[in-house]
């Protein structure tokens, strides 16, 4: 088909692009910067004209009159919606924006080390002027937020997101208070030691390896935040390593292998067409969040793995693996997204989608940002920001114009419990063979149900024939009470 | 001028292929091998294309009409050269002869392990049938070879080769002859101790900072092979490190720095033109060679860099700096040419280029190679090869279709001696202050006169204004004689 020929040639465009990005985060010589970004927006630039181009308008044109099989027609209906969205977004608009985010992010960076919201907003009000100007461009079922949550969580709707939103906020707050009010474990204060990057990365290396982790098409390497990148035959995970705490490394390792085991599991026959990408970021952060929260951070998994931990590392010999178990799951409110447990984490993301909803829709100016933020963390975590710097210019975000993006985190929470209950039905005994070093049950059953129907479903269709259900806040709020219930000793 | 907004493109196209290549023979997972190739083949033909365009060549049948610059007259007589040769390929050719090279170097690594030439042979058949055909369709001066040798050394000629590198061999083989009766120096034979790859990384990235080599535009990595790759803000380089002997590593990382250095100097202004690209190869390589043979084995820098050479290895104790100094420069006939030392190495040049003529203009037929290398191996080093592997089968050239390369090394040879002398001449004092560490009157002269002429001049002019002379072989002949003359105690 000409139209998957083409689209094997974006799909090419793009996997160059990620090398030069892997690049950029990894090895590169800050001097190669601006060519970088040249070399970036020319490939860009190559891979837009490409997909919205008149042959593909003609050639999808052609193809609504032909009956096609389930596979093929989930290929053309993609190609379909990336062709319509980008030939909606006017070329000057697109490239107004390229051209703010580095100017933006710059000065998010600097308004973020001397804490002054006033070097930001002005670059944010722009940056939500012509997101607010691309939604109107690219159309949308009901409200402008919807275009925009498109582009990372397509075919679901603003109102759907609430309805789950709202459900677990209100089922978090008060768990998070109940918990909070235990003192923290005075044992969850001890020195860690020292954890050398070298030992570190061999222990990862390891597990990565017996997840499934295939090192023959990948590789671990350090960058300043952690990230995945790449599909197929080149998926590259990056960890950063603290020396005084293995933690932060370890679980950023299972969570970016939990993202490349997706990205390497699709058919390797529908390479460089839709059929072999992930289906939304939600069902990518389910994949992460699997990982890393509900069999990472799980008794069963450590039941097998502090031994080798302990082993690896001399620091935690004092360390039961209760205690190592209970370290790793602390809930505690706190002021910083990325540093949150999974319980509180998702309250920070809760925030984060009612203030961009209010930004979008007008009804929040951009410097009444603050104000808002520190009300909505004090309603839900019950602590207030004493900083913007640790309030609302904490996540680069909104610099680079990255507005829908957030759901998509606490989403990917609800869709790991979901699909993790679907998966128990099948294999009643899959924390025994967790516990036991078996992690290929689980990654058979990932691979069979998800990763390998890349974008043959909407997320909304994938998870009611995986699961049975439609998306719902249940599985994860169950199973958050029965985790920590058992914990904390305490009956939700 | 469009001509050169186009070129930028193709230059922008070729840098990112850079990367994609230096990652391939860095940090690249193998599973993602045929991908690469795929991403290397599409990048090739972008920019064949755009090259080769109708726009291009109307552009330069109007530029043909203008009066221009020394500068942009050089831009647009380069651009035209590429457009001419890419345009005279017919792509059909182009395309076989891509194919045929993964397919014939495979047969030459198979063939090279199992010491089969005839594994070989009927792929280096046809490889020699293709680039016979593409010299006919590019065309030449004189003789097939030309048009061989115009992809590395442009503006050359066969028959100038030919006369330099005769006059080369004539002195070279008795004065080989002569060294070769004394004895090897039993000292050469002591052990050499462990040198971890970082320590020997730490004190190479020190003399590479010394030479000026730019850190901030560039890297050092390790790979199976050493080599230098990008241009202008992106220059990597690369070394291969031995664990029992620190030579190797020592020199490709001077030998690449110097070509790094040739990287990184040219004007900025220029860049993404072909002001900002390389002369030829044979001025590459002069670059590499004037830093790690006539700098970097001199008795001058190691006056300077031997203590801090064996501060860091402890095993080089025991070895004043004469016999280090010595061991580095033991000439002595053998069988592989990248383990030859700087009087010796040219033989090797001289018959693969005898023998690449005689299989391009028909007189030697490819069944007839082994007993030819033997034969001028014998002629010229008075040695023979036991096997074809560490015979015809050493080199990779051949099998990816690269003919008319070789040459350019012993070029860089004979421009290297005559561009250092000419730098004597303005710098009097140069041994002395290379003695005292700096290296940078060295490198300002090299910048100044060679570096940022980028493709101003051609190879065989830029050498008669920066030297007053046409190149020839006089000024590497005294070099080496001077050298060896003293080191021997020998009169040549």
């Given at each position: 088909m000409d139209l998957l020929s083409i689209y094997a040639e974006v799909s090419k465009v793009n996997s160059i692009g990620s090398i030069l990005s892997w690049d950029q985060n990894?090895?590169?010589?800050?001097?190669a910067a601006a060519d970088r970004g040249a070399q970036m927006a020319y490939l860009s630039q190559i891979s837009h004209r490409l997909i919205t181009s008149e042959k593909v308008g003609k050639l999808l044109g052609e193809l609504r009159k032909v009956e096609l099989d389930p596979v093929k027609s989930a290929m053309v209906r993609e190609i379909e919606r990336l062709h319509r969205r980008k030939t909606a977004i006017p070329e000057d608009l697109e490239a107004e924006i390229a051209g703010l985010e580095p100017i933006s992010t710059q000065a998010w960076v600097e308004a973020k080390k001397k804490d002054r919201f006033d070097i930001f907003s002005p670059h944010l009000t722009r940056m939500l002027e012509l997101k607010k100007e691309l939604a109107e461009k690219v159309g949308y079922p009901d409200v402008p937020y919807d275009a925009l949550l498109e582009e990372y969580e397509p075919y679901t709707t603003t109102g759907q997101v609430r309805e789950v939103l709202n459900r677990l906020g209100e089922e978090l707050a008060p768990m998070v208070r109940k918990l909070a009010?235990?003192?923290?474990?005075?044992?969850?204060?001890?020195?860690w030691g020292k954890y050398a990057p070298e030992a570190q990365e061999r222990i990862y290396t390891s597990i990565l390896e017996d997840m499934g982790y295939d090192f023959g098409r990948g590789r671990l390497d350090s960058s300043e935040h952690p990230f995945t990148i790449g599909s197929n035959d080149d998926v590259r995970i990056t960890t950063h390593y603290m020396l005084d705490d293995p933690r932060p490394a370890l679980f950023s390792c299972i969570h970016e292998g939990g993202h490349a085991l997706y990205e390497q599991g699709f058919h390797i026959r529908y390479k460089n067409t839709p059929m072999a990408e992930f289906c939304s970021l939600g069902i990518h952060e389910s994949q992460s969040r699997l990982w890393e929260n509900i069999i990472g951070r799980s008794i069963h998994f450590w039941k097998h793995y502090y031994p080798l931990l302990r082993g690896a590392f001399p620091g935690l010999s004092n360390m039961t693996l209760e205690h190592f178990h209970r370290s790793i799951n602390t809930v505690k409110p706190s002021l910083i997204r990325v540093e949150a447990d999974e319980v509180t984490y998702n309250l920070h993301i809760i925030i984060r989608f009612e203030i961009e909803i209010d930004m979008i829709e007008g009804k929040l100016s951009v410097k009444e940002i603050p104000q808002a933020w520190s009300d909505l963390y004090e309603k839900y975590l019950g602590i207030r920001p004493k900083t913007d710097s640790e309030g609302?210019?904490?996540?680069?975000h909104w610099a680079m114009g990255v507005f829908g993006y957030f759901p998509t985190y606490a989403l990917g929470n609800l869709y790991s419990a979901q699909f993790y209950n679907a998966m128990k039905k099948q294999h009643p005994d899959i924390e025994r063979l967790i516990s036991e070093g078996d992690l290929r049950t689980a990654l058979v059953w990932l691979r069979a149900n998800i990763h390998e129907k890349g974008k043959l479903y909407p997320a909304s269709e994938l998870v009611k024939i995986v699961?049975?259900?439609?998306?719902?806040?249940d599985h994860f709020i169950d199973y958050l009470k029965d985790k920590y219930g058992t914990l904390y000793n305490v009956y939700f």
């Amino acid at each position: 088909m000409d139209l998957l020929s083409i689209y094997a040639e974006v799909s090419k465009v793009n996997s160059i692009g990620s090398i030069l990005s892997w690049d950029q985060n990894t090895y590169m010589p800050p001097g190669a910067a601006a060519d970088r970004g040249a070399q970036m927006a020319y490939l860009s630039q190559i891979s837009h004209r490409l997909i919205t181009s008149e042959k593909v308008g003609k050639l999808l044109g052609e193809l609504r009159k032909v009956e096609l099989d389930p596979v093929k027609s989930a290929m053309v209906r993609e190609i379909e919606r990336l062709h319509r969205r980008k030939t909606a977004i006017p070329e000057d608009l697109e490239a107004e924006i390229a051209g703010l985010e580095p100017i933006s992010t710059q000065a998010w960076v600097e308004a973020k080390k001397k804490d002054r919201f006033d070097i930001f907003s002005p670059h944010l009000t722009r940056m939500l002027e012509l997101k607010k100007e691309l939604a109107e461009k690219v159309g949308y079922p009901d409200v402008p937020y919807d275009a925009l949550l498109e582009e990372y969580e397509p075919y679901t709707t603003t109102g759907q997101v609430r309805e789950v939103l709202n459900r677990l906020g209100e089922e978090l707050a008060p768990m998070v208070r109940k918990l909070a009010d235990f003192k923290a474990d005075n044992r969850m204060n001890m020195k860690w030691g020292k954890y050398a990057p070298e030992a570190q990365e061999r222990i990862y290396t390891s597990i990565l390896e017996d997840m499934g982790y295939d090192f023959g098409r990948g590789r671990l390497d350090s960058s300043e935040h952690p990230f995945t990148i790449g599909s197929n035959d080149d998926v590259r995970i990056t960890t950063h390593y603290m020396l005084d705490d293995p933690r932060p490394a370890l679980f950023s390792c299972i969570h970016e292998g939990g993202h490349a085991l997706y990205e390497q599991g699709f058919h390797i026959r529908y390479k460089n067409t839709p059929m072999a990408e992930f289906c939304s970021l939600g069902i990518h952060e389910s994949q992460s969040r699997l990982w890393e929260n509900i069999i990472g951070r799980s008794i069963h998994f450590w039941k097998h793995y502090y031994p080798l931990l302990r082993g690896a590392f001399p620091g935690l010999s004092n360390m039961t693996l209760e205690h190592f178990h209970r370290s790793i799951n602390t809930v505690k409110p706190s002021l910083i997204r990325v540093e949150a447990d999974e319980v509180t984490y998702n309250l920070h993301i809760i925030i984060r989608f009612e203030i961009e909803i209010d930004m979008i829709e007008g009804k929040l100016s951009v410097k009444e940002i603050p104000q808002a933020w520190s009300d909505l963390y004090e309603k839900y975590l019950g602590i207030r920001p004493k900083t913007d710097s640790e309030g609302c210019l904490q996540d680069i975000h909104w610099a680079m114009g990255v507005f829908g993006y957030f759901p998509t985190y606490a989403l990917g929470n609800l869709y790991s419990a979901q699909f993790y209950n679907a998966m128990k039905k099948q294999h009643p005994d899959i924390e025994r063979l967790i516990s036991e070093g078996d992690l290929r049950t689980a990654l058979v059953w990932l691979r069979a149900n998800i990763h390998e129907k890349g974008k043959l479903y909407p997320a909304s269709e994938l998870v009611k024939i995986v699961t049975g259900e439609h998306l719902n806040a249940d599985h994860f709020i169950d199973y958050l009470k029965d985790k920590y219930g058992t914990l904390y000793n305490v009956y939700f």
